[in-house]
């Protein structure tokens, strides 16, 4: 088993930044990938970019050039720092990792850009 803990959603202007965390612990060892993926009301939930036990990144073409993945080995957490956010950045942010064969999500944090 994982447990996945988000945490740094919240409102913010458009323009602005924030920055999500996911704090995984439990049975790590197994973790192949961990990323965020988010859902906007009314639409399906899409990958925002998640990163490989290997290091690889991959990005939506959506939030490329504008949100950063990365990952502190050490804390067993991921960071996605989000900046020039857009009204259409607007989503429930959920983070998620599979681990051996099993996937896991978090509970989800709110984002919201508006002014």
């Known amino acids: 088993q994982v447990q996945l803990v988000e945490s740094g959603g919240g409102l913010v202007q458009p323009g602005g930044s924030l920055r999500l965390s996911c704090a995984a612990s439990g049975s790590i060892f197994r973790i192949n990938s961990m990323g965020w993926h988010r859902q906007a009301p009314g639409k399906e939930r899409e990958l925002v970019a998640r990163?490989?036990?290997?290091?690889?990144?991959n990005y939506a073409d959506s939030v490329t050039g504008r949100f950063t993945l990365s990952r502190d080995n050490a804390k067993n957490t991921v960071y996605l720092q989000m900046n020039s956010l857009k009204p259409e950045d607007t989503a429930v942010y959920y983070c998620?990792?599979?681990?051996?064969?099993?996937?896991?999500w978090g509970r989800g944090t709110q984002v919201t850009v508006s002014s």
């Open positions: 990163i490989t036990s290997g290091g690889n990144t």
């Open positions: 998620k990792t599979v681990a051996g064969l099993k996937v896991y």
